[in-house]
C-alpha cells in the first residue's frame, strides 16, 4: 500500500488548513499528556539543564588553559555550545520520540492504523508527539547565547538572525532525515531502536568547532552524517566566521539530499510492509 | 560445615554467572555496536585536544600533560570504563522491583544483591571480551601517544583500584536502583547521577587540571574513585603515601556503599511486603 497522498480535487490552500488543524489537535493531546505527569516533566528539564551546564563547564575548565581551539576564542565555542543545544533541543521538542517510536509502531502493529487514516502517514507518524519540554531547554540555550554574543560584543543584523534561524531550521530538517531514514530500518530488524540512539549520541561531535577536525573523520563527518555542519555553519555566520558563503551551499544542499534519500526509503519501505500482525 | 556452605555457595552462583554468560551472549552484536560507535567520541575529543596543543610551541605541557599523557588518560578511560561502567544494570534493578519479580527471591534461599553482583561481573566480563577487538585496535593506531606505566607494581595497584571501582559502580547504582521503592519513575534520579559522575569522576577530563581547591574537594567524594583514581595511578601520578590514602579512601567508600545498599534494600523490603499485603 503506497503512502497515500492529499486528496486529488483538495486546493493547496484548503489541504495546509486542514494539516495545520490536526497538528493542533495533536498539540493539545501532547500538552494534556505531559500536564499528566507534571513532576516528571520538571525533573526531566533538570536533568537536560544539567548536562548542558556539564557541557559549558567542560569547555571552561579546557579554555583555563588555553585561549584558542584553532581560531575559536573561548566566547565563540560557547556561542557553539549554544547554537548547537538550540538545535537539539527544537528537534527534540518537534521529532525524536517520533522518529523513535517508529520500531514500535511497527512491533505491535500499530502502523496499520495509522496507514488507514486518511491523512498522510509520514506526516501523522513525524508529527505525532511534541515534547514541550524540548522548548524550555531551547530558551535556556537562547540565553546562553545571548550572553556569550554580549561578551564577543556581536551586534549581530537582523538578517543574520533572521538567517541563523534559518540555517538552524535546515540543521533539523538534516537531523530529523537521517534519523527517520534509520528508524525506516525497523520495518527490516528489531535493532534499529540501537541505531537510532546510536545517531543520537553522534549529536555530541555537532557542538565541537569543526576547524579541529581532520582526514577521514572530518569527511564522514561533513559529507556522510554531517553532524559538523548542522550547528557549526550557523553558530559561524553569527559570530562572521564563515570562509564563504559555500558553506551555507553545502548546509542546504546535503539537507535537500537527505530529505530526498529518506523519503525515497520510507516509501520503499512502507510498500514492501506486510504487517506485524497477519 | 563452614566450608560445605561455603561450597554450596560457591555452587548456586556459578550457576548465575552460567547463566549471566549465556543471556549476555545474546547481545554480543548489541555490544559490538556499543563499543564501536563509543569510539566517535572518543576520537572527537582527542581532535580537540590535538588541536590545544597544535596551537602551542612544540613539546608543551597544559595543566602538567604533554599531549601523549593527555591522549593515554582519554584512553585509559575508556579501558576502565569498559571494565567497570555500569551497563543497564541499574535500570534492570529498577524494573524488578517496579514489576514484582524480586518476590520470587525472597522466597528462594538466593541473595539478591549477590544475584546481580554476578550479573553486573558476567556483563563485564563478556562487553570486554567483545570491546577488545575495536579497542585495541584503535590504541594501536594511537599507539605513538600510549604511554606505559612506570613498572609492574604500578600496574598491580592500577588493577586493584581497577576492581574497588567496579564495585563501587555497582554498589551505587544498586543503592540508587532502590529508590524504586519509593518512586515510580527512577530514570531522572539515575540520570542525575550519572551527570556527576561523568564529570566528576573525570570522563570528560583528569581532574588535576581542574583549580587545586576544586580538586581537592572532589576527593573526598565517591566520583573520583570511579574512574579517574585507578587512571591516575596508571600514569604514575598517584603514587607514595598519596597512594595509600587514595586506596584507602577508595575502600572506605565501596564499604560505604555497600552498606548503604543493604540498608535500602531492607527499607524497601519492608515497605514492599507491606503493600504486597
Known amino acids: 500500500m503506497p503512502a497515500d497522498t492529499p486528496h486529488p480535487t483538495a486546493r493547496a490552500p484548503h489541504w495546509l488548513r486542514r494539516y495545520l488543524t490536526i497538528y493542533a489537535a495533536l498539540w493539545k493531546n501532547s500538552i494534556v499528556r505531559e500536564m499528566g505527569f507534571k513532576t516528571n516533566f520538571l525533573l526531566w528539564i533538570v536533568v537536560e539543564m544539567l548536562w548542558f551546564a556539564l557541557q559549558l563547564s567542560f569547555m571552561f575548565v579546557v579554555y583555563s588553559h588555553t585561549d584558542r581551539i584553532g581560531t575559536w576564542s573561548k566566547w565563540q565555542v560557547v556561542m557553539l555550545l549554544g547554537g548547537s543545544h538550540f538545535i537539539q533541543q527544537l528537534f527534540t521538542a518537534f521529532f525524536l520520540t517520533n522518529c523513535t517510536q517508529l520500531s514500535e509502531l511497527i512491533r505491535t502493529g500499530k502502523l496499520d492504523f495509522m496507514l488507514l487514516l486518511p491523512v498522510n502517514t509520514r506526516f501523522m507518524i513525524s508529527f505525532r508527539q511534541v515534547d514541550l519540554g524540548g522548548f524550555v531547554n531551547a530558551a535556556s540555550a537562547v540565553a546562553v547565547m545571548i550572553y556569550a554574543g554580549n561578551q564577543l560584543q556581536l551586534t549581530p543584523t537582523w538578517a543574520q538572525v533572521a538567517g541563523f534561524i534559518l540555517l538552524a531550521a535546515v540543521g533539523i530538517l538534516i537531523h530529523y532525515s537521517l534519523m527517520f531514514l534509520l528508524a525506516s530500518v525497523s520495518f527490516w530488524t528489531v535493532r534499529a531502536q540501537g541505531i537510532v540512539w546510536g545517531y543520537y549520541n553522534l549529536f555530541n561531535i555537532a557542538r565541537l568547532p569543526d576547524e579541529a577536525f581532520r582526514g577521514l573523520f572530518k569527511a564522514v563527518f561533513t559529507f556522510a552524517l554531517p553532524m559538523l555542519l548542522v550547528a557549526n555553519v550557523p553558530v559561524k555566520l553569527l559570530v562572521r566566521k564563515l570562509s564563504s558563503p559555500l558553506e551555507m551551499m553545502v548546509l542546504l544542499g546535503m539537507a535537500i539530499v537527505c530529505l530526498a534519500l529518506s523519503e525515497g526509503v520510507w516509501r520503499f519501505s512502507v510498500r514492501h510492509y506486510t504487517s506485524a500482525s497477519s | ?277
Open chain 2, 1 to 277: 560445615m563452614t566450608h560445605s556452605f561455603a561450597v554450596v555457595a560457591m555452587k548456586k552462583y556459578w550457576h548465575v554467572i552460567n547463566i549471566g554468560i549465556q543471556n549476555t551472549l545474546v547481545y554480543r552484536v548489541n555490544f559490538l555496536f556499543r563499543a564501536v560507535f563509543a569510539l566517535i567520541p572518543l576520537a572527537a575529543i582527542l581532535f580537540l585536544w590535538r588541536a590545544i596543543y597544535a596551537g602551542k610551541e612544540s613539546g608543551v605541557e597544559v595543566a602538567g600533560y604533554t599531549l601523549a599523557q593527555m591522549i593515554s588518560y582519554y584512553l585509559l578511560v575508556t579501558i576502565v570504563d569498559a571494565l567497570t561502567a555500569v551497563n543497564e544494570d541499574d535500570w534492570q534493578i529498577a524494573s524488578d522491583i517496579k514489576d514484582g519479580n524480586i518476590s520470587q527471591f525472597l522466597l528462594k534461599p538466593i541473595d539478591y544483591l549477590t544475584y546481580r553482583l554476578c550479573l553486573f561481573g558476567t556483563g563485564r566480563l563478556i562487553y570486554t571480551a567483545i570491546a577488545v577487538v575495536p579497542v585495541t585496535l584503535f590504541i594501536l593506531q594511537q599507539r605513538e601517544f600510549f604511554v606505559a606505566p612506570p613498572d609492574w607494581g604500578t600496574f598491580g595497584w592500577f588493577l586493584v583500584s581497577t576492581a574497588m571501582t567496579a564495585l563501587l559502580q555497582f554498589f551505587m547504582s544498586y543503592t540508587m536502583a532502590m529508590l524504586a521503592f519509593w518512586v515510580l519513575e527512577v530514570s531522572t534520579f539515575i540520570f542525575i547521577l550519572f551527570a556527576f559522575e561523568y564529570i566528576a569522576g573525570g570522563h570528560l577530563f583528569p581532574l588535576n587540571i581542574l583549580p587545586p581547591m576544586l580538586a581537592q574537594v572532589l576527593y573526598y567524594t565517591p566520583f573520583p574513585y570511579q574512574m579517574f583514581f585507578p587512571v591516575s595511578i596508571y600514569l604514575g601520578q598517584t603514587s607514595g603515601p598519596a597512594l595509600w590514602e587514595g586506596l584507602g579512601i577508595q575502600a572506605f567508600w565501596v564499604i560505604a556503599t555497600y552498606g548503604l545498599a543493604r540498608f535500602f534494600w531492607s527499607r524497601g523490603i519492608r515497605k514492599y511486603s507491606a503493600v504486597g499485603g
